[in-house]
């Protein structure tokens, strides 16, 4: 059973940073793709920032320069560094993978993001 738990959540100042977490359990397999979602209350979900195998990455507009997504040194684990955070950046964010071979995706239940004074 693939499990994905994120952590790191919680509330911040605006400017202030957060670093979120995302461990991926119970495959066999590496990922292909391993991403960060948001979505804000009343919102659809959107896509914050991806890292592929290859490896590249890629950023919405809205958080280009401001957060990063890296791969930890242990398997299946990616980090989302959030700096400079507004307030609209408030969400629950979601980690999602896709596993090789086959592309099978799974999602984490949420980590929610405050930013608020």
């Known amino acids: 059973q693939v499990q994905l738990v994120e952590s790191g959540g919680g509330l911040v100042q605006p400017g202030g940073s957060l670093r979120l977490s995302c461990a991926a359990s119970g495959s066999a397999f590496s990922t292909l793709r391993m991403a960060w979602y948001r979505q804000a209350p009343g919102k659809e979900r959107e896509l914050v920032a991806q890292?592929?195998?290859?490896?590249?990455?890629a950023y919405a507009e809205s958080v280009k320069g401001r957060f990063t997504i890296s791969r930890a040194n242990v398997r299946n684990t990616v980090y989302l560094q959030m700096n400079s955070l507004k307030p609209e950046d408030t969400a629950t964010y979601y980690c999602n993978a896709i596993f090789s071979p086959y592309g099978r995706t799974y999602w984490g239940k949420g980590t929610l993001v405050t930013v608020s004074s």
């Open positions: 890292l592929t195998d290859d490896p590249r990455t």
